[in-house]
Each structure stands twice: as C-alpha cells, then as structure tokens.
C-alpha cells in the first residue's frame, strides 16, 4: 500500500514514521529530495507547522550532505556489495551524534546484490531504535519480496518531461529529447544516457542489431571493450526499443525475454562481453531481428 506524501510528512513530523520505507517510480533525484526533506523533519532544531526551519545547523548540514546522523548509500558502478552493505550496518547501530533520528538512504537499491540485501534484511529485522532506513529505486521488481513485505511503499509519479527537461540545466535540448525518447520516457534512464552519450549509445545500438540480423559473431569484437555500466544502460535502451517493436510486431517477446536475462546476468557479476555475446548468440539461436 503507498501513503501520500501528505501523510508522509505528517507522521514523520508526529514521529510515527515506519522505520523501512521504499520509495520508488519518478526521478532519482526527486526521490532524493525527498529523502533529505524526511531527514531535515526529524532532524531539524527548530521545526515549523509546515515542516523543517531550513536554517538551523541541522538542516543545512543535512542538505550540504555532511550530517553525521544521515548515512547515504549508493552503487559502485552498477551494484552495491556486501561489503558496503556491512560498513553501513557498523555505523547504523553507533549511536546518535547530533540527531534525533539516524536516517539511511540507500540510492538505486535495485542495485543490491542477493548477499547485501540478505546483510540488509538482518539489519531491517532487528532495527536499531530511532532510525529510519529509506530505500530509492526506480525499479521496484529489483527489490528482494522479503524487504518489500517489511516495508511501507512510497511510490512517485513521472515528472513531465518538460519538467525533466528544465531541471537538466544547460544541456543540447534536442539531444536531452532523443535521450528521453529512447529511454521510453524513463526521466532516469534518459539522465544515464545523456551523461553516457546519445550518440555513442545510438551507434553501438545500430551495430549490435545489426550484428543480430546478419548472423555476424565476428563483428561484435568492434562493441567491446564494454564497462558493466555502459552495458547495462545499453541492455535497458535495447529492451525499451524491443519492447516498442513488439507493439508493432517487427519484434517477438522471445527477444525481450532474453535481453531480461542479460540483464539479471549482468547484476550478478557476469562479465558484460559475455552477457552481450550470450545473448546475440541466443538471438542468432532464435531468429531475432531487436531494432529493425
């Protein structure tokens, strides 16, 4: 069930927050924002009725992103590990410096690997006292059912994508629209291929469809050498295109699901030249045609 943000900062303001919230939908950084807002609530020094003062010592540190009792988590390229995952938890049960509430906002949570969101789920079930632990993902599928089950579920709406398109500051706005186009108007799909390269992107795209149809393994040598990260943006494009094509049927849903399974592969360490040469090679299999 997902509470309206209303609620939400009524009873972080009451102190009746749940301590495990997952956020999810809309932009990163949307979410981002709202997380330090919860934070600045039950935080700040010197409250107002409609929410945090904005000037005490407390909320600037909180928005400068330096507040002791605020703890960030995010992605090392494309995943958090267990490692990270058990730092985090040493300094999650010391107690409070400054603060009311220890606050821990995990970004891109999908992200977590089976071993750290099982080191997580240990943490949520016995959660050390007044602390709130949020999670942000723009894919809630990505979310293990066991932590989704102990959590109160914040879900955003998509900004518009003028909105999207105002808050990117001065960037090529005819690249920023094609970026959003190929990401199917994910806002946060569309942000990871402008800072990657639309036209970059575009072109590996082309090759690799290209690859595809013409049954050429040799020619994919001219895709890599291919970080994970750049994989994985290239893998969701591909799907969205993919998915696009099966609307209209120049593509068939084997296709989507084999791309699904590269990108499972790839979150689990595979090494993205094999994640990207498996999976043209069950599309050889198969008869595949991706963007055509």
Not at 41 to 60: D, F, K, M, V
Not at 66 to 86: A, F, M, R, S
Not at 140 to 148: K, N
């Amino acid at each position: 069930m997902n509470l309206p943000l209303t609620l939400l900062e009524k009873a972080a303001r009451e102190e009746h927050l749940a301590h495990l919230l997952l956020f999810h939908g809309g932009s990163a950084s949307y979410r981002r924002g709202m997380a330090l807002r919860l934070a600045q609530i039950l935080n700040c020094i010197s409250p107002l009725p409609e929410g945090p003062c904005q000037t005490c010592g407390a909320c600037h540190k909180i928005s400068g992103g330096n507040h002791p009792d605020v703890l960030w988590l995010k992605p090392l390229k494309t995943t958090i590990g267990i490692e990270q995952v058990l730092t985090w938890q040493e300094k999650v049960y010391l107690k409070h410096y400054e603060g009311r509430y220890k606050i821990s906002v995990i970004e891109q949570a999908e992200g977590l690997t089976l071993p750290a969101a099982n080191a997580l789920l240990k943490v949520i079930e016995e959660p050390p006292d007044r602390s709130v632990i949020i999670l942000s993902a723009g894919n809630v599928e990505g979310i293990l059912p066991t932590i989704q089950s102990r959590a109160q579920l914040i879900y955003f709406s998509d900004p518009s994508a003028e909105i999207w398109l105002q808050g990117l500051g001065e960037v090529d706005q005819a690249e920023a629209k094609l970026a959003f186009e190929l990401s199917g108007n994910n806002q946060s799909l569309a942000t990871a291929i402008l800072e990657l390269g639309v036209f970059p992107l575009q072109e590996w795209l082309e090759k690799y469809s290209q690859a595809v149809r013409s049954k050429d393994f040799l020619s994919l040598n001219s895709l890599f050498p291919l970080e994970k990260n750049q994989a994985a943006i290239y893998l969701q494009t591909l799907a969205v295109q993919t998915q696009k094509g099966i609307s209209i049927g120049t593509n068939h849903p084997f296709e989507l699901l084999a791309i699904g399974k590269a990108s499972d592969a790839l979150r689990q360490q595979v090494n993205p030249r094999l994640v990207i040469e498996v999976l043209a090679l069950e599309l050889f299999q198969q008869g595949g045609v991706l963007c055509d």
